[in-house]
Every structure is written in structure tokens, then in C-alpha cells.
């Protein structure tokens, strides 16, 4: 496929491994910020690619991982309704609530369907009138546009049983959260480039500034991930702290501004928890009160649950960028994708379940 | 959740909501996409498409200029000889 094949060639990824080789004079720690960014890497083996001592750790950026507890339990709450039909993308299915899953509860009964896109929720609504339909509305700047269209859509049609159970989540505030860490070990950062396709990357310019940091834009395919970490290593080593742009096909540096201006007409940004780190603050959207009869937190008036998170579970410190999966006991033995105890492990796009499905469970870590 | 594949335009038209549409082909898979952001794309252009929108353009232009800067990295060295430093065994990319 036009460009995606061009960016696997192994020659350039080979030739950009030794220019990271020939470049790196001692021990860096990078993190890539999108889990689509950790799913490649461990598909493509790219970190064992990295010469010693260069490190990738894996960051936040899997919205299906960090959504909170309390806001599955929620989404559970909502899905067991008879008047609801609640709809979800695919990977929300089989994240663990406290007490089940989407899953299990469409096998009980409750009718939930899995949706490509907002705009096919738009749909079910329009042609189910007599029902509630509820989309699970999670993600980070990159889905934010579609989502907004959904409700937008809503609003300007008038579907009045459409709404959104939001918990959309911004990584700039997460960057800022993990540099400021006691524990954060990470020296540079591989920057979400879908995310910035669509906010570009202005607002990453006052982080490097503030904590002198290296973050570049960086694209999802081999090449892309290895000429990123080439770039943050070149800075590292040159004592620079800039923001770059690896993915410059895609991504410009003010984004996408018609998406962004109707993003910013239907949220507004709001402290949000998320799954394993805790509350940051401003690191959210929820809908504005415009909207409201489109915000299913408030059609519903579910009530503020408060929910525990197994306690062997280390998800939290593998999204800081601490801890790998093989570190915790439970990775590969009680915790697998069939049975997992915390959301890394679900999403494909969880540093765990990306471990594990490509055998990295069968490693000792290096 | 953020993954994003780029498909080239095959159809330009008003969605039956008012919504700029159209489908986009993804190297055989043919999808309907909204393309409410992407106001300029032109049919034959490829847009990255996430759940079903057209975030933006791909840039053809700057795709083969960094493209051609990716081809030359190294390559000197190999004109003047110079022997890069091994990378690291890869079991899915087999060596230059």
C-alpha cells in the first residue's frame, strides 16, 4: 500500500539503525507517547534494533487503557439499561469493570454493538427512536474530531436519544505529569503524530522550553519510529531540547484547524483520572453545557462509583514509563489477554497485550 | 486507538445528513469516509483516515522529498568505504 510499504523497507531501517548506532555516545531513555507507536515497536521489533543502551519505554497513549474504572463501571451501568442501545468501538469490549465486561454483558443480554465510526451510532439512534443510544465516546486529540461531529450531528438534526458517555483524554498534561514524576526516568519523547495530524504541535513547544526535553513528532511505520528516535537521539546528544517534526508527510504545525475549531465549540477541557496513574489535572474534554442533552452522564445521572483496581496488577507504572510488562509477575501467568487484570493487558495497543502477543513473554527482560 | 492508514479518494459527494462524504480505497478495501475536514482534497489524493474521518491530507510532495533524504542516510559512507558500526540482529528484516 502507497505509503506504508515505502516506510517497512528493511535497507532504510537497517541503514537508520546504524546512523542511531554511529550517533549514540552513551545511555538515553525515550518514550514513545501512542500505543499504536508501542504496538509497531514491538511487532517490528524495532527497539531490539537500538543499539545498548538506547531504551524506549512505553507511554500513556492507549485511550482503551487508561479510560478509568469508574467510567466502565459507568459505561456498564448505562449498557445493562432495557431502553439503551450502547454503542463502543471494538477494543472497549473487553476491558475489565469491577464486576464484568461489555462482553459479558451482551451475552446477558444487554444490547451493545460495536461501531467503526460516531457517525454509525448517529445511525443506529435515527433509525431506533423509541431507545436510548449511547456512544462510548474515549479517546485523545485524534479521535476528539469524529466524536465531535457525532454530537454536532445530534444538535443540528435534532437526535434527541443520541448521546456521548465522554472520557477523552489530551497528552500534552500527560507529558507534563510524567516529567514531573519523582520516579520518570525518560530523557525524550517520540510525540504522537496522529494526535498532532490533527492539533498539530504548538502547544509542545512551551513543554521542551519549560523541562528541556526533546520531543519529535514521530509517524506509526518502522522507518518512521527509527528516524524519530535518530532525531531525539541527535538532540539528546547535542544537549538540544527541540520540538520536531519526523512525520512531516502528514502533520503540520498548526494541525488541522477546521477539526480543532469544532472540537473546542463542543468540549471543553477538564480534570479526568485515568486507569493507573490518577487524576491530571486539565488532561481531559468533557461536553459543553451546550450539549447537554447529548451528555449521557448527565440523560443518565449515573452516580459517582468508586472502584479498586487489582492489586498485583502494575499497569500504572508500565503507562509511567517505570516499570516493562515483564517486570510484574502476573505478565504471561495470571494475566493474559484471555484473562486480563488491567487494561494494558486488553487493548491490542496496551504495552502488555503488545508483549505478549508477540511473544515477548517467553523473554527474561534484557 | 489512534491508528490512522492513509487511502487514496475515489468518491467525492454530499451525505444524505448535509455531511461532506465519500469512500476512499485502503489497497483494496473500499470505505465510506468523512471528509467535513478535509475541505480541499481533491479526487486521487490520499487522506489518513481515523474511525471512519479524513483527518488530513497526505502531502505527496514532502512524502518523496523526505523519502529521498531517507534513501540517502548512509549511502556516503558505503561510496567512501567507511564500514558503519553492526546493528543489532533483526529477526523480521533481514541485513542490507
Given at each position: 500500500m502507497k505509503y506504508l510499504d515505502e516506510y517497512r523497507r528493511g535497507e532504510i531501517v537497517q541503514r537508520l539503525a546504524a546512523e542511531i548506532a554511529r550517533t549514540v555516545t552513551r545511555p538515553w531513555v525515550l518514550m514513545e507517547m501512542c500505543g499504536g507507536q508501542t504496538h509497531s515497536i514491538v511487532k517490528y521489533g524495532i527497539d531490539r534494533l537500538?543499539?545498548?543502551?538506547?531504551e524506549l519505554v512505553h507511554g500513556p497513549g492507549c485511550p482503551v487503557c487508561v479510560t478509568a474504572l469508574e467510567t466502565i463501571d459507568k459505561a456498564h451501568a448505562i449498557a445493562r439499561r432495557p431502553d439503551v442501545i450502547f454503542c463502543s468501538f471494538g477494543d472497549m469490549l473487553r476491558v475489565p469493570g469491577s464486576e464484568s465486561d461489555l462482553l459479558v454483558l451482551k451475552s446477558r443480554g444487554a444490547d451493545i454493538r460495536v461501531v467503526y465510526s460516531p457517525v454509525d451510532a448517529l445511525k443506529i439512534a435515527r433509525e431506533n427512536p423509541d431507545k436510548q443510544v449511547v456512544f462510548f465516546a474515549i479517546g485523545f486529540e485524534t479521535t476528539a474530531p469524529a466524536n465531535a461531529m457525532a454530537v454536532w450531528q445530534a444538535h443540528k438534526q435534532g437526535i434527541r436519544n443520541f448521546s456521548a458517555l465522554v472520557s477523552h483524554v489530551l497528552v500534552p498534561p500527560a507529558i507534563s505529569a510524567i516529567l514531573e514524576s519523582p520516579l520518570n526516568r525518560v530523557q525524550g519523547f517520540l510525540g504522537p503524530g496522529h494526535v498532532c495530524t490533527v492539533v498539530g504541535y504548538r502547544e509542545y513547544e512551551p513543554l521542551v522550553e519549560r523541562y528541556r526535553v526533546p520531543i519529535v513528532v514521530t509517524g506509526f511505520e518502522p522507518v518512521d519510529l527509527l528516524e524519530g528516535t535518530l532525531m531525539a537521539v541527535r538532540q539528546l546528544e547535542a544537549g538540544r531540547a527541540e520540538v520536531e517534526n519526523q512525520y512531516t508527510r502528514v502533520v503540520q504545525r498548526d494541525g488541522n484547524l477546521a477539526a480543532v475549531e469544532l472540537v473546542h465549540r463542543i468540549f471543553e477541557p477538564c480534570d479526568r483520572k485515568w486507569r493507573g496513574v490518577g487524576n491530571i489535572p486539565m488532561s481531559g474534554y468533557r461536553l459543553r453545557d451546550e450539549f447537554r442533552l447529548h451528555d449521557a452522564e448527565r440523560v443518565f445521572a449515573v452516580e459517582e462509583i468508586s472502584a479498586q483496581e487489582p492489586a498485583e496488577c502494575i499497569a500504572g507504572l508500565i503507562l509511567q514509563g517505570v516499570k516493562k510488562p515483564h517486570d510484574c509477575p502476573a505478565f504471561g501467568k495470571t494475566c493474559t489477554p484471555q484473562h486480563p487484570l488491567g487494561a494494558t493487558m486488553v487493548s491490542a495497543e496496551g504495552a502488555c497485550a503488545a508483549y505478549y502477543a508477540y511473544g515477548r513473554h517467553h523473554v527474561q527482560a534484557a | 486507538m489512534c491508528l490512522a492508514i492513509p487511502g487514496k479518494v475515489i468518491e467525492i459527494a454530499d451525505g444524505a445528513d448535509g455531511m461532506r462524504m465519500g469512500r476512499a480505497n485502503f489497497g483494496g478495501i473500499v470505505k465510506q469516509i468523512c471528509l467535513e475536514y478535509t475541505p480541499d482534497v481533491n479526487l486521487g489524493e490520499y487522506v489518513l483516515v481515523h474511525v471512519g474521518f479524513a483527518l488530513g491530507k497526505v502531502d505527496e510532495e514532502e512524502a518523496l522529498r523526505t523519502y529521498k533524504l531517507l534513501e540517502e542516510i548512509g549511502a556516503l559512507d558505503e561510496l567512501l568505504g567507511a564500514e558503519p558500526p553492526a546493528p543489532a540482529a533483526c529477526p523480521i528484516f533481514p541485513p542490507i
Open positions: 537500538l543499539p545498548e543502551g538506547i | -
